[in-house]
């Protein structure tokens, strides 16, 4: 059974430019969140998707948006990158109907240079 | 607004117990978890409590008490490889079914010979 997996791992873009995030959650969950974790720092809560919508949102500009498919894969977007995008984002996928933990993806760590 | 607070940097030594405490204050309470995260890596689930009490998970121990919005995980028997950053996350409800975890910004434990 394979965990949440989310690619790529490393990612290296430039200022302005735009990104595409990944990822597949654990087999049987349907929610996906997606987190963003700076150095030192905690993980913060970008938004979460289930039935394919946004069903909440943390405190982060449009320039991040998101997207789940029919199978509960997601995506993370963020357009106009900035330096202070570089971060690790992490996505968590859990059931929503169960009153369990959620299970992290490795992360992507994003560097904009 | 929301806000979880525990240390930044703990120290202990290999064979001992250490005590990481948790406070928070947030509104929609519907669980508190610990979990374990290495350098890079993504964070796993270490225990999980919605009711007041102590559950104990082998070597890991984690308490609660909503009325003083108060948390603590207990490591026993320490062991080099529990050298890690250790994060508290309240899960919020909002209505719904929709949780997100709210994160403390995790206490980087040092685990020394």
């Known amino acids: 059974d394979a965990g949440v997996t989310q690619s790529p791992t490393h990612l290296i873009k430039t200022r302005g430019q735009q990104v595409t995030l990944r990822c597949s959650p654990k087999?049987?969950?349907?929610?996906v969140s997606w987190y963003q974790q700076a150095l030192g720092q905690g993980p913060q809560f970008i938004f979460q998707y289930y039935e394919e919508e946004e069903r909440q949102r943390g405190n982060f500009p449009d320039r991040f948006s998101g997207h789940q498919f029919p199978n509960y894969s997601s995506e993370l977007n963020v357009n106009a990158l900035l330096l202070g995008d570089s971060a690790l984002y992490l996505c968590?996928?859990?059931?929503?109907?169960?009153?369990?933990?959620?299970?992290f993806g490795q992360g992507t760590r994003l560097t904009v240079v | 607004g929301q806000n979880i607070d525990q240390p930044t940097e703990m120290t202990a030594t290999e064979g001992a117990i250490v005590q990481i405490n948790c406070t928070y204050q947030?509104?929609?309470?519907?669980?508190l978890f610990w979990y374990q995260q290495h350098a890079g890596e993504a964070p796993t689930f270490l225990s999980y409590n919605v009711l007041d009490g102590l559950e104990e998970k082998g070597r890991f121990s984690s308490f609660l008490s909503r009325s003083k919005g108060y948390s603590y995980l207990l490591l026993k028997e320490l062991q080099m490889k529990d050298s890690a950053s250790y994060l508290c996350?309240?899960?919020?409800?909002?209505?719904?079914?929709?949780?997100?975890?709210?994160f403390g910004t995790g206490t980087l434990l040092a685990v020394q010979p």
């Open positions: 968590a996928s859990s059931d929503r109907f169960l009153n369990t933990e959620a299970f």
């Open positions: 087999s049987g969950h349907d929610t």
């Open positions: 947030t509104s929609g309470f519907n669980g």
């Open positions: 996350a309240v899960r919020v409800a909002r209505g719904g079914a929709t949780n997100k975890l709210i």
